[in-house]
């Protein structure tokens, strides 16, 4: 079978591997489609900890090709998402539930082989069956969706709240998608207006736009928050982008007594006045993959098809892996989530 092994930075071979054989407790899924995130990026430029060479791949869906008799009721011709989260089970925060962050934690396409191959054995339990009706393109991006789940839940939204998301990447717009589901006024802020057009149809109230190293946000934007927020702030802020000074802009925008969520990574330093913290009694909170929130992602995706196909804005064949990703390094054009079509779905 064909499989596409990141070798080097900005380096991709196809290759010929053997097919797995089905192991007790996995099943063979026939992978359909993989979408790519910021992390492949990262991993595709060799600026990630997991190191080279690696079959990338962790968002994705398929179909099983072979399984044994299971406790889940998996079969043959099942269509499927997987979890590619690996984690340990044993270390505090594993024990305390808290497995997002196992201290040992893998992923499948990251710290180890993915779905950037036709077939793949992945266990039983990592397998998620995908709501009727909905396309595994779409299926393929249950795990951003977790994610962005993920830091909702963390800032403990409630109906009526506003809640205001910095960045209308796909995380944002997914995290904007579930608030409003939730019942949660949203307000979305970008740099892009095409983002802040799909923020709209994602669900958003409102939308601001912010411009580099202008004041944010501006007078009218500011006075239009206090209509909102009733001049207290939003109660609930997730920061989606990384950039440091939006998550100094979430601490001093965010209501007393207020939630801030980053989800947005990066290894830059952010300078947030120290009293403002503990002055509103902030709840600074951190958010990072998700407790297997996979098949509510899905569950999510399928209420929300029409939006989850706009967030769909690029479709490359395996085999142009290459151009994929160096559209995501260029930004020559606006680029939500860049879907791959296997061999299987071209057949």
Not at 160 to 169: Q, R
Not at 272 to 287: C, H, Q, R, T, Y
């Amino acid at each position: 079978m064909l499989s596409a092994l990141t070798v080097a930075k900005e380096s991709i071979r196809y290759e010929d591997i053997p097919e797995p054989a089905l192991e007790p407790g996995h099943a063979l899924v026939r992978v359909h489609n993989v979408t790519l995130c910021g992390t492949d990026l990262h991993i595709w430029e060799d600026d990630y900890p997991a190191g080279l060479p690696v079959i990338q791949g962790h968002e994705f869906a398929g179909i099983v090709e072979a399984v044994e008799a299971n406790g889940a009721g998996i079969r043959a011709g099942d269509p499927v998402a997987v979890s590619p989260m690996v984690y340990c089970g044993k270390c505090r925060p594993c024990r305390l539930g808290r497995f997002n962050v196992c201290e040992n934690i893998g992923c499948i396409g990251c710290y180890s082989d993915g779905a950037l191959v036709e077939l793949v054995s992945v266990p039983v339990e990592k397998l998620c069956p995908v709501p009727d009706g909905l396309d595994l393109d779409l299926a393929a991006m249950a795990e951003p969706a977790s994610i962005a789940m993920q830091a909702v839940n963390r800032g403990r939204p409630s109906p009526g709240e506003t809640a205001l998301v910095l960045g209308s990447g796909p995380i944002g717009l997914l995290a904007t998608l579930y608030l409003t589901d939730l019942g949660v006024r949203v307000v979305c802020a970008d740099t892009d207006p095409d983002r802040l057009e799909l923020a709209a149809a994602f669900g958003a109230a409102d939308t601001l736009l912010v411009t580099p190293g202008a004041e944010f946000p501006g007078t009218d934007q500011a006075a239009g928050l206090d209509m909102l927020t009733d001049s207290s702030g939003p109660e609930l802020i997730i920061e989606a982008t990384g950039v440091p000074s939006s998550l100094e802009n979430a601490v001093r925008l965010v209501a007393s007594a207020g939630r801030v969520v980053q989800v947005g990574i990066s290894a830059r330093t952010a300078s947030v006045p120290m009293n403002a913290i503990p002055f509103k009694e902030i709840d600074l909170l951190g958010s990072r993959n998700s407790l297997n929130l996979i098949p509510a992602g899905l569950e999510l995706l399928a209420r929300h098809r029409d939006q989850a196909r706009a967030l769909l804005t690029h479709r490359f064949a395996f085999g142009d892996l290459q151009q994929a990703f160096e559209l995501m390094r260029s930004r020559t054009e606006p680029v939500g989530k860049i879907v791959v079509d296997m061999p299987a779905v071209m057949a």
